[in-house]
């Protein structure tokens, strides 16, 4: 610090910052890029390890043998759904009650702001059934959840077989220190939104439901299962929840080591482990994976069933059996010993799973990135913003001309220029107001003026308020304070790189995916907008790096990763049912994503648009 | 070898003196107890005339209708919650007299509830007397505790499990998760907080248990839902403490103790008295009688009677497990001219139908508690086995064998119950093969139980480390009747209750309790205390909501397991319960019209208090995996970087002159000499 209060040597740091600015920023963007493209290189990951010592040394025997009754009782239910047309609730009652279980069902009702085209759903009624296995000797104060989704169609049938199985096994056991709950939801998330919301006895999202009858204290963890084939050749872990959350790591290790121990193949973002890390096509393998998670979690909305458990500090993950053509095969009575040894090692446990990481990245089940290693790709970034906001503090302190005109010149300007700062802060914030309640509120007024459906009135209304955006606030301080001055724009582009810092820095500790994101494309924007720029060609950057383009790119790049590349025609459908759900999650499950883009990035994003039209 | 013939001597005189000690002791029970069983033929003759024509061949016992009821009413539900024989008046009771019973239900889930009382009565003072030396069946150990603390009541429970009202019903004597422990004082203690600590302390090596754990941040004194069991009418509270340790994990240590302080429990090492005894045979001492020999075989040799069946590996593969002691004063005779100290142990266990392995829902003693009964404890005046039979009285539910033809009714929680009856004192019990292994077969599994009239329940909700809110739930189910309850709550500090957030609303409107009772906490120091008197409108669910805020703990505060949440304690709730009985009041077709009008007054209602679940709440945890990095870290970030920041901020800048050159300072020099300003 020495260095700082040394005038001479301040001046010296300074003006050489100042002077390399534009370089060193530069060189700042590609390490930051080239740091995260590194953390899929195996040796620069840690491998994973059990953390928590309740679940590590302690070895548990698996015996569940009932698997082809666990099937049985699937097709049993599979019949019963077809023939209530929905969830079987008598059904499901009777047979949970006959295997020993409390049982208690949920109903609840839930109107969609607008209806939802991929699942076909507006007015969503159902029940949810759930039966408590009580730990024999425990008083209720910690549960364990095991929830499979009663899905529309052939769906699943095989997951509430296990979950029945399983249950009928378990409740024969003498070993159970935690109730363990049996939920069969229906209507996936909406179903296990109103399970949760009841639970707690909270009410975030506006969902009406009947309250619960019977509870079983504070959970520690949950599964939930996807099956829907009677063998599988492969188990696949999300862990992707609500906002970007994820589980402890210590809930993937489990699972892995479980898949290690039974001998069942695993994958992650439905991807297999691969062992020739040092070849290229190894590092694109553990790159696209990675690539899948962050693209997943920036997305902000849950994965599976589990991710809305994360919002309650509960350690949840979904299990997804695979049946592709691969030749080796796993029956049910594997998966359910799998599941029981998993169970069997969570009821272990003496306190919440905490002992391990809760921000990580997984380019492979068996690696992972802590936050301590990926937090430097984005921090690089984010330094940029410091050091262009650097460059014009000191650009506005030390004006160009140092005459008495030049002087005179800047103290008229300070005082215009808290108003012409402030107005198209304002503007593009109302614009950001604009783009996030209108769409839903005026879609019956859309639908009736245009030929279009409900949701396809909600996602064009979004689009075209945001395109309106470009042309609003870039004419509007004019008004009030006439030409616009060199300090103006300055003044202005230093508040909107303040702004953009610390709404990434924020953003990015919270769910890092998104953060990234967001910094890749907003940060050579930021730095390099200004009026003098040539015009229509830094119009057509700026546009194509704003965060609807960003979007729109990640769709193709994430059909890219999952390798199912789609045409222009395609991705753009996909682009719009992609808006449609984002504004869905946020009115069903309280994702933050879309209120994030519409009212901080988004007017964040105008404010440089305005720059650069600065007059 | 002197020496050895010395000892062998001693031994023997010991061994005569004791005993003759005991002959003499045997000689005066024995009358006694020909004469009870011959009082209480003569009772079930009385009885067999007067009552229940249906099943004439089946004999009635003789039960008692709260002829102590003056006493007993005043006490509540746990003087009725098992039958008792009667103990006429006249008869002279004998200094101490201990009573041994067993109480089997077949719930309708299949699973069994299995509840043993062992009651020890002595006639003595331990407050009067100087010393009490002399323990014969009253253990010496809880004898000490009495007259040492002034205590006036005891009761102790430590459980394991939660007691499931709504598929088991009420329990017999209730208690929650955990360990509980309240005690009167006598008003003659004027230290109670003092007392109480050093009770907690010995008490805590008695029974193997952590009640050290009791001290003043969980301790309360409740205001009304406590109230003394036994004689005296005591109303000033600052006598009671009351306290539980939800945490508190039962296990066999804790069975081993309590086991110990029955007459009949405990197990001595037997080759010194065999040794003893060989001696004896071999210098052709006179032979003591049969009688005595049987009874130093029970009583040093092996355990006898209920307490056989107290193992510890089936009673804790169990769904519930409440083991319990209760000590209280109770009158000795119908007039109370004297009182007597009653030491009553409890055990309740249920056992699980699933837990259990077993196919077919069926039931033995030896598949309970892989013994089965042989004899009654021999020092025990009544030693009796009761099956609940009420739900099969035509024995369509289940089947019992080997059948017994005597029964006995009882009003235990509002219910008339009947059961049938085992007396282990009688030979006949036993059977030809010297043993008894009672086995109960369920026929079907219809039928429903009666729904409890009142259960409760409780829970956290809310999500986030920093508020949260206490939600109860209290049903009443009586279709037609409101009746007040009773509700205690004691939360720990760090749990800051809002209690203005209180609200209790039942049936969607607000419900004003009638009495409130609220002792805010004390950081560190004492826990909250609130005690309400809640009307509970019929057919309703009432629910008490309080929301609280989750206080930040000093880290040396927090337990080594932080991560596992911190537990409240279970809430109280007692309550006058409308009897069913009295609800059933018209359809009774057993009974003569002329006595069904007015339901009678110890039907009319009846004492439960139930217990909710525990609870477990996370408080906001800093991490404390890696301490050493995060202290120095904190540190050096907050030195380094603070630091230079605040030089920064505060100290001004000046541009310093540049260095003067040589010839410039030289000429300074010369003019400071010549007094001249410098340049």
Redesign the interface.
């Given at each position: 610090?020495g260095l700082?209060?040394d005038?001479n040597r301040r001046r010296a740091l300074i003006s050489m910052l100042t002077r390399l600015n534009a370089p060193i920023c530069v060189v700042c963007y590609f390490a930051g890029v080239a740091w995260f493209m590194g953390l899929a290189f195996e040796p620069f990951t840690l491998r994973t390890y059990m953390s928590e010592n309740a679940m590590g040394s302690t070895m548990v025997e698996e015996r569940f043998p009932a698997g082809e009754r666990a099937l049985a009782t699937g097709r049993e239910f599979a019949a019963h759904k077809k023939k209530v047309g929905g969830m079987p609730v008598d059904w499901l009652v009777k047979n949970m009650q006959d295997r020993?279980l409390?049982v208690f069902t949920q109903s609840f009702s839930r109107t969609l702001p607008f209806p939802d085209e991929n699942k076909e759903r507006y007015i969503v009624k159902g029940t949810n059934v759930y039966g408590i296995l009580?730990a024999?000797?425990?008083?209720?104060?910690?549960a364990l959840v095991l929830s499979a989704p009663c899905s529309p169609g052939d769906n699943n049938n095989q997951a509430v077989g296990l979950l029945l199985g399983l249950a009928q096994y378990f409740?024969?056991?003498?070993y159970w220190a935690k109730d363990i709950i049996f939920l069969v939801n229906e209507h996936d998330l909406i179903g296990m939104q109103a399970w949760l919301e009841g639970y707690?006895?909270?009410n975030t999202t506006g969902m009406s439901w009947s309250p619960l009858q019977?509870?079983g204290?504070?959970i520690q963890a949950a599964l939930s299962l996807e099956l829907s084939s009677d063998v599988i050749t492969s188990l696949d872990l999300v862990l992707e929840g609500l906002n970007g959350q994820l589980p402890n790591l210590d809930l993937a290790n489990l699972f892995y080591a479980f898949c290690q121990k039974i001998g069942v193949l695993c994958t992650i973002q439905g991807k297999l482990q691969r062992n020739d890390w040092d070849s290229v096509s190894g590092y694109n393998h553990a790159v696209q994976t990675m690539m899948l998670m962050v693209m997943k979690q920036a997305s902000g909305r849950p994965w599976g069933d589990h991710g809305l458990f994360l919002?309650?500090?509960i350690e949840a993950a979904t299990i997804k059996g695979v049946n592709s053509f691969r030749q080796y095969k796993t029956d049910a009575t594997t998966i359910g010993r799998l599941l029981e040894g998993m169970y069997r090692k969570l009821n272990n446990l003496?306190?919440?799973l905490?002992?391990s990481y809760f921000f990580y990245l997984m380019p492979s089940l068996s690696h992972f990135v802590s936050i301590g290693y990926y937090m430097p790709a984005f921090g690089l970034l984010a330094v940029i913003l410091l050091l262009r906001a650097l460059d014009l503090w000191v650009q506005l302190n030390t004006p160009p001309s140092t005459t008495q005109d030049g002087v005179a010149d800047i103290d008229q300007q300070s005082s215009p220029g808290v108003l012409s700062v402030l107005t198209p802060l304002v503007i593009s914030h109302l614009t950001g107001v604009a783009l996030y309640a209108l769409p839903i509120r005026f879609q019956e007024t859309a639908v009736e003026h245009f030929p279009v459906s409900e949701t396809e009135a909600v996602v064009l209304t979004a689009i075209a308020i945001y395109t309106a955006g470009l042309a609003l606030p870039h004419n509007t301080h004019r008004l009030l304070s006439g030409e616009g001055t060199e300090q103006g724009w300055r003044v202005l582009k230093l508040v909107a790189v303040l702004y953009l810092a610390v709404l990434l820095g924020c953003t990015a500790l919270i769910n890092f995916s998104l953060g990234f994101i967001l910094a890749l494309t907003l940060v050579p924007l930021a730095a390099f907008v200004t009026p003098h720029v040539p015009k229509v060609l830094s119009a057509f950057i700026l546009v194509i790096l704003s965060p609807a383009c960003t979007l729109l790119f990640s769709v193709f790049f994430f059909q890219e990763l999952q390798d199912m590349p789609v045409s222009f025609q395609d991705g753009w459908l996909l682009y719009l049912s992609v808006i449609s759900q984002g504004i869905l999650d946020h009115s069903l499950y309280g994702s933050l994503v879309y209120p994030l883009i519409a009212l901080l990035v988004y007017p964040c994003w105008l404010l440089f648009w305005n720059i650069l039209f600065w007059k | 070898m002197a020496a050895h013939r010395c000892s062998c001597w001693s031994w023997l005189l010991i061994l005569f003196s004791l005993s003759v000690f005991v002959v003499a002791d045997i000689h005066e029970t024995t009358p006694v107890n020909d004469h009870h069983g011959g009082v209480d033929h003569n009772a079930q003759t009385a009885e067999q005339t007067a009552d229940q024509p249906a099943v004439e061949e089946r004999r009635w016992e003789a039960t008692e209708v709260k002829e102590a009821a003056t006493v007993d009413a005043a006490a509540d539900i746990q003087g009725t919650s098992a039958p008792e024989t009667v103990v006429p008046s006249s008869v002279p009771q004998p200094k101490d007299d201990f009573q041994e019973e067993l109480v089997i239900r077949p719930l309708h889930s299949g699973d069994i509830y299995a509840s043993f009382q062992f009651r020890t009565l002595w006639d003595t003072d331990f407050m009067r007397e100087n010393k009490v030396s002399h323990y014969r069946l009253f253990p010496k150990s809880l004898g000490q505790v009495i007259s040492k603390f002034s205590v006036r009541e005891l009761h102790i429970s430590f459980t394991q499990g939660y007691w499931r009202t709504m598929q088991w019903g009420q329990p017999f004597i209730p208690s929650p998760p955990g360990a509980e422990l309240w005690v009167w004082f006598q008003d003659s203690v004027t230290d109670v907080d003092a007392t109480w600590k050093e009770l907690t302390n010995v008490l805590s090596g008695i029974f193997c248990a952590s009640l050290n754990f009791i001290d003043s941040t969980n301790t309360v004194q409740p205001s009304a839902s406590f109230k003394p069991l036994g004689l005296g009418n005591v109303t000033d509270h600052s006598f009671l403490r009351y306290a539980t340790l939800p945490r508190e994990i039962v296990c066999t240590e804790n069975l081993t103790p309590w086991k110990k302080l029955l007459p009949c429990g405990s197990k001595v090492n037997v080759p010194p008295f065999t040794c003893a005894f060989f001696f004896l045979k071999k210098r052709g001492t006179s032979m003591p009688s049969v009688s005595v020999l049987s009874f130093l075989l029970t009583m040093f040799s092996e355990q006898a009677g209920l307490a056989v069946l107290l193992k510890s590996e089936k009673l804790f593969h169990s769904s519930f497990h409440s083991q319990a002691v209760h000590i209280r004063s109770v009158c000795q005779d119908w007039q109370c001219k004297t009182t007597s100290w009653e030491l009553r142990q409890t055990l309740n266990s249920v056992f699980d139908l699933h837990n259990s392995g077993q196919t077919k829902r069926e039931w033995s003693l030896f598949k309970m508690f892989s013994r089965t009964l042989t004899e009654a404890c021999p020092l025990a005046s009544s030693s009796k086995l009761y099956i609940d039979i009420t739900d099969n009285p035509q024995g369509e539910q289940f089947e019992l064998s080997p059948a017994t033809s005597l029964l006995s009714q009882a009003v235990v929680l509002g219910d008339r119950r009947t059961f049938s009856v085992y007396d282990l004192t009688q030979e006949t019990t036993f059977g030809t093969v010297r043993s008894l292994n009672l086995l109960i077969r369920w026929k079907s599994n219809e039928g429903e139980m009666l729904r409890p009239l009142l259960h409760a329940e409780r829970y956290v909700a809310g999500y986030g480390l920093q508020t949260g809110e206490i939600h109860t739930l209290m049903y009443n189910n009586h279709p037609y009747r409101s009746f007040p309850v009773l509700l205690l709550d004691s939360v720990p500090w760090y749990l800051r209750l809002y209690i203005h957030t209180l609200s209790v609303t039942s049936k969607g409107k607000d419900n004003k309790p009638s009495y409130i009772h609220y002792e805010p906490s004390k950081d560190r120091v004492k826990p909250h205390l609130l005690e309400m008197l809640i009307q509970l409108p019929p057919n309703s669910v009432t629910e008490v909501t309080v929301q609280f805020e989750r206080a930040l703990l000093k880290w040396t505060e927090y337990p080594p397991d932080p991560n596992h949440g911190f537990y409240v304690g279970s809430s109280v709730i007692s309550s006058l319960v409308p009897s069913t009985v009295a609800m059933h009041t018209n359809s009774t077709r057993e009974r003569p019209l002329f006595s069904s009008f007015f339901p009678c007054k110890e039907e009319s209602s009846y004492f439960v208090r139930i217990y909710t679940e525990p609870l477990l709440v996370n408080l906001p945890t800093p991490d404390f995996s890696m301490p050493y990095n995060v202290i120095c870290l904190t540190c050096t970030v907050v030195a380094v970087g603070y630091g230079s920041l605040y030089n920064l901020l505060t100290r001004s800048f000046q541009i310093e002159e540049p260095n003067p050159g040589l010839a410039k300072r030289i000429a300074n020099v010369i003019r400071r000499m010549r007094g001249v300003p410098p340049l």
């Open positions: 610090m700082l209060s005038p020993g409390e009580r024999p000797r425990a008083p209720r104060t910690e409740r024969n056991q003498i707690h006895h909270t019977g509870r204290g504070s919002r309650y500090h003496l306190e919440r905490h002992q | -």
